[in-house]
Structure formats: structure tokens, C-alpha cells
């Protein structure tokens, strides 16, 4: 017998503190869809495609960067951070689609990156022009050299995208001058925060975009604002991981917290309950539940989840960890599975059990496994209490793509060998929307798309998947109606575990204490057959079974409704 599932229960979203358990889309702008036919997707390509996202269902979107920038790291270089780059539209673009966005009851929140400018922002191209003791340059990091001439970095820092985090400038007359420091690309130079003037300039910049219309913020690099008085040397280098595992002089230091203070202060002030997520790498939980606290920021995505190895005491574990955590302070959970500087879920989870995260080389997985997994991930994601991110593509089953010739690659840190990244151009191809060639419907025909779209994805295009019973993109949908569609589903404090077979992960949630929804997830690597609590609600992949049990394959995910 296969099993036939039920359509989802019809949907009220409740209005109230929305972010607690949104679902929020991430859309990489240059990857989403194409206006004009440059082969670089725009806000006007993303405004004709709203209709697919309200009909995917997710509550908002959050959109990397479209501000001016040289495009050093994709944008994460800002050089103005009040007008839209030209590759991606105009500020009334942005209006625009923030409007349309509105219209179809979708939020949006756009990318701030307060850590760092790009070195063609006006205050940093002051503070060269100017030479030393420009006032302009006590606002990013400059300091003299070590050694007999300067000739050395001023401390041990590495940066992230390899080499070290300091690159020294020319003075006026050409002269070897000082350093400036730029934890990430030497095109990012790092904003010193301690400057009054930094402070107040992203006070505006938030009330610009929040006079805009938008919803909220995603703070990049939200840990590494805040240096270490003195920029100490750490002395080991190699055991030293930037992105916030194990403490470190450059994040996660406690004089982050009052900026966010202050900017909660504002994100209050506007109706209609406006947020930031926090991008913050902390060395624990309890420390980026700390960025969550209720005077600070809404969300922080949950990394440690992310490079979670998936069976079922480590998912477990870390389920329970990650609520406890967030419990402490009164946040919810922001769960998440890919986005656009990991390998995409649906090659990591089965290329690495031990939980590796970001930035290594992907290798080619067995595609159909691959999906079989992320499918069954994604699923228990969802059913999990609290927010949910989505990145692009996920919805499609987009595969990681492995074999980009270096050539195509634009991950700044690609040909920097010590660099943590560099391989992060795999999960950023422009997504298919439609036919049988290339762009997919990304943009107008014949034209191209900035990364190489694989052959194969002809098959997996949204136009290929769209009604399609079992496909991936139907899959998204059905769960997001579930999700909508049960109140049981909304609360962040009503998990709890219930006994399963070896290898299988079940938990239930809860009304009033009764148990009215339970997942069951699959991770033992050969079938297993249940007894049905109910009526099922969703299924990662097939279902064999007769009509007290059913079977589930390996890394398959269900969904059951146990009301009465
Ligand atoms: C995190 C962003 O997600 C990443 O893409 C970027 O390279 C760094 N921050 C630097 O801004
Ligand atoms: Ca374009």
C-alpha cells in the first residue's frame, strides 16, 4: 500500500510577534532572477517573482546585499550604504519592492554589514587621500608597523579569506605608510567602533532603511564590531578559528551587546514589530543566546545546529541544547541549514558526518542520496518550535555544484590558499526557473547567468517541479501549509521527545499538554516500519506500509496530526 497523504489544514498565521516562528527565505540577489539579461539577478527580477515566494509560503524574505559596492565580496563591500548598486536597480527599485513585497503579506529584511566598509567608501578614500592623522582614518583600524621600517603587520591577526588581517598603505607621496586592518578582504577595511561617529552613522543608516518600509536586519558579522582594547597579538595563529569557536580578541567581545542595546531602541520605535538577526559566531550557545536577550536582537542563527552530524544522539542533543539555550534569555530558535557560505545541505549532511560547517571544499556526493537526506532535514527543521531560514534554492533540491571551473569562481577567497572560504561559489548559481537551457529562466533567453548553471538542472527548474506530487518544491509547500495551518506549531516551548526505534528520532507538540502533532525521522540507514499515531500529514519521500504501520525508507521524515 502507498500512502496518500491529506491536504493540509486551511491557514491563519497569527499577527503577533510574526519573527517568533517565521519562515524566512533568503534571496542572494545576484543568484535569484534577472531582469535585464546581464546574467546578474536585480530587485526588479526579484519583485516579478514575489508571487512564487507567497505561493512557497514563507512569511519573509531576507535579501543579501544590493548596496553600492565594487563587488569585492559580492557585495558584503559596501561603499554606500544608502543607494542600490546599479547592477542590482535604483533606491526605487528597492521601494518598490519592499511595496510589492507588503502587498502579498511577504516581510522583508535587508543585509546590514556594520562591520567593515569597502575600501572605496567615501571615509576610507578620505582617510588614504589624507595620510596620516586624517581624522578619517580613527575610524577604521590604522596603526604603524612592527619592525625597524614598518615592514611588519602590527599584530598576528590572520584574516578570514587568508594572508594576514592587515595590509599596509602608500602615504600621499608614496611612501610605505601604515596598516589598516580587514578581518575579511583587504578591499573590507574593519570600522572602528569605538569612534562616536561609526555609531551614529549606522544609527542613520538603520533609520533609512526603516523609513523605507523594511521589517528588520540581518547584521553581518554581528560577533566582531567590538576589538579587544589594543589589538593583542594572540600568539596561535593555527589554533585560532576566527569564526568565534574558542575565544578570540576580535569577537564576541562583551562591548558588542550595548550597540545592539541601542539599536533594539530604534528597531522599537517603528510599528509593526521590526527585528535583526543576528550573523554571530559565538563559542557557545549561552554566548549567542546573549545577543538575543530581550533588550537586543530578535534572532541569532543557530550555526551549531547547522554543522550538526545527523544522527540521532547528536541531532538530539543538539535540539535540546539550542532550546535550553535560547529558553535562558525568553528567544526563540532560529534554525537554519544553508545558506550562501556553506556547502548546501543537500551535499554537506551526507559529505560530512562530524559536523563540518563552513567554507571547505565540497566533494561530489550520490545526488539522489544527497536530496533523499536534505528532504528529510528540512523536514524535521520545520517541525522543530521557533524561526526557520531558508536559502534559495533549498526549495528545489538544488544540489551543491562541485566542479565550477576556477576560472568562473568569484569567492574572493578562492585563490588566497590559507583562507577558511573560497569555495562558496557552489552554492551560489543562479537559480532555474523555467526550460530546457541555460539561464533556466534566470533572465531573458539568451541570456547568461554569472556562474555556470549545470546541465542537469533543466529537471529541477521550478516550472519541472511546480504541482508535481513528491517533488521538492511541493514538499516545501505542503509543509509550510502544515506549518501555517496548526497552532501546535507556533509555540517554542512545546517539544517533547517520544520513545522510537534505534536510529530514529520522534518528538511531539503539544496543546495544553495534549500531544497533537508528532515527526519522526529516520536516520538509521535501513527501513523501519512504525505504528501510525494518527493521520499523516507529510512524508519526505515514499511510504510503504499496511494499514497499522508504515515503513520508513533511510532519511525519510513524516509528519502526523494526532488530534482526535
Ligand atoms: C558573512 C557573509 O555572510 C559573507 O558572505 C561575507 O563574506 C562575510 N560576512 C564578510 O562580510
Ligand atoms: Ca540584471
Given amino acids: 500500500m502507498t500512502d496518500q497523504l491529506i491536504a493540509p489544514p486551511a491557514v491563519e498565521a497569527p499577527p503577533a510577534s510574526w519573527w517568533r516562528n517565521a519562515v524566512i527565505y533568503q534571496i542572494y540577489p545576484r543568484s535569484f532572477a534577472d531582469s535585464n539579461g546581464d546574467g546578474i539577478g536585480d530587485l526588479p527580477g526579484i519583485l516579478s517573482r514575489l508571487p512564487y515566494l507567497r505561493d512557497l509560503g514563507v512569511d519573509a524574505v531576507w535579501l543579501s546585499p544590493f548596496y553600492s559596492s565594487p563587488q569585492a565580496d559580492a557585495g558584503y563591500d559596501v561603499s554606500d550604504y544608502r543607494t542600490v548598486d546599479p547592477i542590482f536597480g535604483t533606491v526605487a527599485d528597492a521601494e518598490k519592492l519592499i511595496a510589492g513585497a507588503h502587498e502579498l503579506d511577504l516581510r522583508v529584511i535587508v543585509d546590514l554589514v556594520p562591520n567593515h566598509s569597502s575600501d572605496q567608501h567615501e571615509w576610507f578614500k578620505r582617510a588614504i587621500a589624507d595620510g596620516p592623522g586624517s581624522p578619517f582614518r580613527d575610524r577604521y583600524h590604522f596603526r604603524p608597523g612592527k619592525g625597524e621600517n614598518g615592514e611588519l603587520p602590527p599584530n598576528d591577526w590572520p584574516s578570514i579569506f587568508g594572508g594576514p588581517a592587515w595590509t599596509r598603505v602608500c602615504d600621499p607621496d608614496g611612501t610605505p605608510g601604515e596598516w589598516y586592518l580587514h578581518l575579511f578582504a583587504p578591499e573590507q577595511p574593519d570600522f572602528n567602533w569605538e569612534h562616536p561617529a561609526v555609531r551614529d552613522e549606522f544609527k542613520t543608516i538603520l533609520r533609512f532603511w526603516l523609513d523605507l518600509g523594511v521589517d528588520g536586519f540581518r547584521v553581518d558579522v554581528a560577533h566582531g564590531l567590538v576589538k579587544e582594547d589594543g589589538l593583542p597579538d594572540v600568539g596561535h595563529e ?30 522599537d520605535e517603528y510599528p509593526g514589530e521590526r527585528i535583526a538577526v543576528a550573523e554571530a559566531w559565538a563559542p557557545t550557545l549561552a554566548r549567542v543566546a546573549d545577543y538575543v536577550r530581550d533588550d537586543e536582537l530578535h534572532q541569532a542563527f543557530n550555526f551549531s545546529y547547522l554543522g550538526t552530524a545527523w544522527n540521532v544522539p547528536a541531532q538530539r542533543q543538539m535540539i535540546d541544547d539550542s532550546l535550553a539555550a535560547m529558553r535562558v534569555v525568553g528567544a526563540p530558535t532560529t534554525w537554519t541549514l544553508s545558506n550562501h557560505d556553506v556547502v548546501r545541505h543537500s551535499n554537506r549532511l551526507l559529505q560530512t558526518g562530524d559536523g563540518e560547517v563552513a567554507g571547505r571544499r565540497p566533494t561530489a556526493v550520490d545526488p539522489v542520496a544527497g536530496l533523499r537526506r536534505a528532504r528529510a532535514a528540512s523536514a524535521l527543521m520545520l517541525a522543530l518550535p521557533g524561526s526557520a531560514y531558508l536559502y534559495q534554492g533549498e526549495e528545489l533540491g538544488l544540489p551543491e555544484v562541485v566542479d565550477l571551473p576556477p576560472e568562473v569562481r568569484q569567492d574572493p577567497a578562492f585563490h588566497r590558499a590559507t583562507g577558511q572560504d573560497g569555495y562558496r561559489d557552489g552554492c551560489r548559481v543562479p537559480i532555474p526557473w523555467s526550460g530546457t537551457e541555460a539561464p533556466y529562466g534566470f533572465g531573458p533567453e539568451g541570456g547568461g547567468s554569472w556562474l555556470p548553471q549545470p546541465d542537469s538542472w533543466a529537471q529541477l527548474s521550478v516550472a519541472a517541479q511546480e504541482g508535481v506530487p513528491g517533488s521538492t518544491l511541493e514538499l516545501y509547500r505542503a509543509a509550510l501549509a502544515v506549518r501555517r495551518g496548526m497552532p501546535a506549531l507556533a509555540p517554542t516551548d512545546n517539544l517533547r521527545w517520544v520513545p522510537a526505534p534505534d536510529g530514529v528520532l520522534a518528538f511531539e507538540r503539544a496543546v495544553e499538554d495534549e500531544p497533537v502533532f508528532r515527526c519522526t525521522v529516520n536516520m538509521s540507514g535501513r527501513p ?36 482526535d
Avoid at 494518527?534 to 521524515?557: H, K, R
Fill in 528 to 563: 523501519v516500519a512504525v505504528g501510525r499515531p494518527g493521520e499523516l500529514l507529510l512524508a519526505s519521500g515514499a511510504l510503504d506500509g499496511t494499514a497499522d504501520n508504515v515503513v520508513l525508507p533511510p532519511d525519510t521524515t513524516v509528519w502526523w496530526s494526532i488530534q
Fill in 238 to 267: 593555527a589554533e585560532w578559528h576566527l569564526l568565534g569557536v574558542g575565544e578570540s580578541p576580535c569577537f564576541d567581545r562583551e562591548g558588542v551587546h550595548e550597540i545592539y542595546r541601542e539599536w533594539r531602541k530604534i528597531l
